[in-house]
């Protein structure tokens, strides 16, 4: 996975993610009636990211961005066809999930870190920074359930860039806090965007897309629909009349939600 | 079948690398339901030992011990219990709540296995320092002899790892398995000499029908891989050699543990994130 700075890369090829539905025999039971054993999250994929690549991700929900975003990171190995990844990988998708509420600020910062694989004393030696960017200096010993929740959106961007990650995978735009404190939040976070080398993110606000990103690729249940520029990419999401669903295929094994 | 292979050893080679990680996590584990309290996890002995002071005077009678023998005896047993129950009850847990954080970032699942380890082992410890205060204040026998505990402690951490992994593979995939292990737990600590000892088994004088009940009865212990688990790190804590029987038990279990979780692991590492 360690890539030489400005040799990261991400290679899907022909990539399908099958999740497995596991409670058929309680389905059964109750009388519901046979289901369909797995939902295909993602189908047919080819996708290639290279140094200088922000990636913006477009589709409606359930058509497969968050699945995509965890094939990159690895977590997903797919069930079909390839994912090669080279470089360290950092990833933004919940900010509540993987902090513990009841350690410090600090103690997350540096547990995060080790899972990283980092030493101790590089993360003391990369701290100062952190704290510095992230606004903390004075709430870093208190436990992170005292924090507003701007500060725990500071924290958690500081904590995914620790490592300063070759690549930087987030899912959806961290939106709370107030005014100002978003201002910050987006200044920093546009900051780590312009210092990793791949960059990819999931969204439905067009315009943030059209800011950070420069290709664009659109999911239709779980298939690339487009790919192109980021331009092109919104406008073929966009293009269509309000309300009505994407044109062509059509299939029956979208996640409703 | 050689590529999983590769993936599984990477796997367990990633996991020992972030043996900081895991240590950390087992200590907050251990910490954690003890925060903001003025002793900290010390709550957890405490408790061990109004235990045994509760139940030391009336349980001793019962079983014709003496009332110090019994206390030693049952902060020993109880210890020890927890430890070996907990690889598998806490093994049960350790994948389902670790999904979470799998779906963040790539982690190796056997950073989980490590973590729920050393958590055992660290209460075990805490525990530990308690039973031996007491073998020293008791005035309890002691010596060379208690020093195997040592072996049979890195064997069952052994063992520990081994059922660690395995129940925590298939209690992820079939969650139905975790209530019904708590249950098997707790019956299991009933049927395994810890309250009790295992010489209430052996009727001293018995006649024909005793001896057959009395074979029955001992199946209990003989072919209870608990306690056979129990008395590696039991009986050098009471002076007293384990059984060679229990070594080679415990033995074959390892072999027998590591081997179906070895099989599950390379079947379902990379499906394990998948059933969240």
Same mark, same amino acid.
């Given at each position: 996975?360690?890539?030489? *700075?400005?040799?990261?890369?991400? *290679?899907?090829?022909?990539?399908?993610?099958?999740?497995?539905?596991? *409670?058929?025999?309680?389905?059964?039971?109750?009388?519901?009636?046979?289901?369909?054993?797995?939902?295909?999250?993602?189908?047919?994929?080819?996708?290639?990211?290279?140094?200088? =690549?922000?990636?913006?991700?477009?589709?409606?929900?359930?058509?497969?961005?968050?699945?995509?975003?965890?094939?990159?990171?690895?977590?997903?190995?797919?069930?079909?066809?390839?994912?090669?990844?080279?470089?360290?990988?950092?990833?933004?998708? =919940?900010?509540?999930?993987?902090?513990?509420?009841?350690?410090?600020?600090?103690?997350?910062?540096?547990?995060?870190?080790?899972?990283?694989?980092?030493?101790?004393?590089?993360? *003391?030696?990369?701290?100062?920074?952190?704290?510095?960017?992230?606004?903390?200096?004075?709430?870093?010993?208190?436990?992170?359930?005292?924090?507003?929740?701007?500060?725990?959106?500071?924290?958690?961007?500081?904590?995914?860039?620790?490592?300063?990650?070759?690549?930087?995978?987030? =899912?959806?735009?961290?939106?709370?806090?107030?005014?100002?404190?978003? =201002?910050?939040?987006?200044?920093?976070?546009?900051?780590?965007?312009?210092?990793?080398?791949?960059?990819?993110?999931?969204?439905?606000?067009?315009?943030?897309?059209?800011?950070?990103?420069?290709?664009?690729?659109?999911?239709?249940?779980?298939?690339?629909?487009?790919?192109?520029?980021?331009?092109?990419?919104?406008?073929?999401?966009?293009?269509? &009349? &309000?309300?009505? &669903? &994407?044109?062509?295929?059509?299939?029956?094994?979208?996640?409703?939600? | 079948?050689? $590529?999983?292979?590769?993936?599984? !050893?990477?796997?367990?080679?990633?996991?020992?690398?972030?043996?900081?990680?895991?240590?950390?996590?087992?200590?907050?584990?251990?910490?954690?339901?003890?925060? @903001?309290?003025?002793?900290?996890?010390?709550?957890?002995?405490?408790?061990?030992?109004?235990?045994? /002071? %509760?139940?030391?005077?009336?349980?001793?009678?019962?079983?014709?011990?003496?009332?110090?023998?019994?206390?030693?005896?049952?902060?020993?047993?109880?210890?020890? !219990?927890?430890?070996?129950?907990?690889?598998?009850?806490?093994?049960?847990?350790?994948?389902?709540?670790?999904?979470?954080?799998? $779906?963040?970032?790539?982690?190796?699942?056997?950073?989980?296995?490590?973590?729920?380890?050393?958590?055992?082992?660290?209460?075990?410890?805490?525990?530990?320092?308690?039973?031996?205060?007491?073998?020293?204040?008791?005035?309890?026998?002691?010596?060379?002899?208690?020093?195997?505990?040592?072996?049979?402690?890195?064997?069952?951490?052994?063992?520990?790892?081994?059922?660690?992994?395995?129940?925590?593979?298939?209690?992820?995939?079939?969650?139905?398995? @975790?209530?019904?292990?708590?249950?098997?737990? @707790?019956?299991?600590?009933?049927?395994?000499?810890?309250? !009790?000892?295992?010489?209430?088994?052996?009727?001293?004088?018995?006649?024909?029908? %005793?001896?057959?009940?009395?074979?029955?009865?001992?199946?209990?212990?003989?072919?209870?891989?608990?306690?056979?688990?129990?008395?590696?790190?039991?009986?050098?804590?009471?002076?007293?050699?384990?059984?060679?029987?229990?070594?080679?038990?415990?033995?074959?279990?390892?072999?027998?543990?590591?081997?179906?979780?070895?099989? /599950?692991?390379?079947?379902?590492?990379?499906?394990?994130?998948? !059933?969240?």
């Amino acid at each position: 996975m360690r890539a030489p *700075r400005g040799e990261s890369l991400i *290679r899907l090829t022909d990539v399908a993610v099958h999740l497995p539905l596991h *409670r058929q025999f309680a389905r059964k039971w109750r009388g519901e009636g046979p289901a369909p054993r797995v939902v295909k999250a993602l189908d047919g994929v080819e996708l290639t990211l290279q140094v200088g =690549d922000r990636l913006g991700i477009l589709g409606l929900n359930g058509s497969g961005k968050t699945t995509l975003l965890r094939v990159m990171a690895g977590v997903y190995e797919p069930t079909q066809g390839r994912c090669e990844i080279r470089g360290s990988i950092s990833t933004l998708y =919940d900010i509540r999930v993987g902090m513990d509420k009841d350690a410090t600020g600090y103690e997350n910062i540096f547990l995060r870190g080790l899972l990283q694989g980092l030493k101790p004393s590089q993360i *003391r030696l990369r701290l100062d920074e952190i704290v510095a960017f992230a606004e903390l200096e004075t709430f870093l010993h208190l436990p992170v359930h005292t924090y507003s929740s701007g500060m725990m959106v500071r924290l958690a961007v500081a904590m995914a860039t620790t490592i300063s990650p070759q690549i930087l995978l987030m =899912d959806e735009w961290i939106g709370f806090g107030d005014r100002r404190f978003m =201002d910050r939040v987006e200044s920093m976070i546009t900051d780590k965007i312009d210092s990793c080398e791949i960059f990819a993110l999931a969204s439905h606000n067009v315009e943030l897309l059209r800011e950070t990103c420069n290709r664009g690729v659109v999911l239709e249940a779980g298939r690339i629909s487009f790919l192109g520029s980021i331009n092109e990419a919104i406008t073929h999401y966009t293009g269509r &009349p &309000p309300g009505k &669903p &994407p044109a062509g295929r059509r299939r029956n094994n979208r996640r409703d939600d | 079948m050689s $590529q999983q292979l590769r993936a599984a !050893w990477d796997d367990l080679h990633d996991g020992l690398g972030l043996w900081r990680a895991w240590l950390l996590f087992a200590y907050g584990n251990v910490t954690r339901p003890y925060r @903001r309290t003025f002793i900290g996890p010390l709550w957890e002995p405490i408790g061990l030992l109004l235990f045994v /002071l %509760m139940l030391g005077p009336i349980y001793s009678h019962a079983f014709d011990m003496t009332v110090k023998d019994y206390m030693v005896y049952l902060a020993a047993g109880w210890t020890c !219990w927890q430890l070996v129950s907990g690889f598998i009850s806490a093994g049960s847990n350790t994948l389902v709540q670790g999904i979470g954080m799998m $779906q963040q970032s790539r982690l190796p699942l056997s950073l989980f296995f490590f973590e729920t380890l050393m958590t055992e082992l660290f209460e075990f410890l805490m525990k530990l320092a308690l039973v031996i205060l007491m073998i020293l204040v008791f005035g309890a026998p002691g010596g060379p002899t208690t020093l195997l505990l040592l072996p049979g402690l890195l064997l069952l951490l052994v063992t520990g790892l081994g059922l660690i992994a395995l129940f925590g593979l298939i209690c992820a995939r079939y969650p139905d398995l @975790r209530p019904i292990v708590q249950i098997a737990m @707790r019956l299991a600590f009933f049927v395994t000499p810890v309250l !009790w000892h295992a010489d209430v088994l052996s009727s001293p004088a018995g006649n024909g029908a %005793m001896a057959a009940g009395q074979s029955a009865r001992t199946a209990y212990i003989d072919f209870n891989p608990l306690y056979h688990m129990l008395q590696l790190i039991r009986a050098p804590l009471l002076n007293e050699v384990p059984g060679q029987g229990s070594y080679v038990f415990v033995l074959l279990l390892t072999l027998g543990v590591w081997l179906l979780a070895g099989l /599950l692991f390379l079947r379902w590492r990379s499906r394990v994130v998948y !059933w969240a």
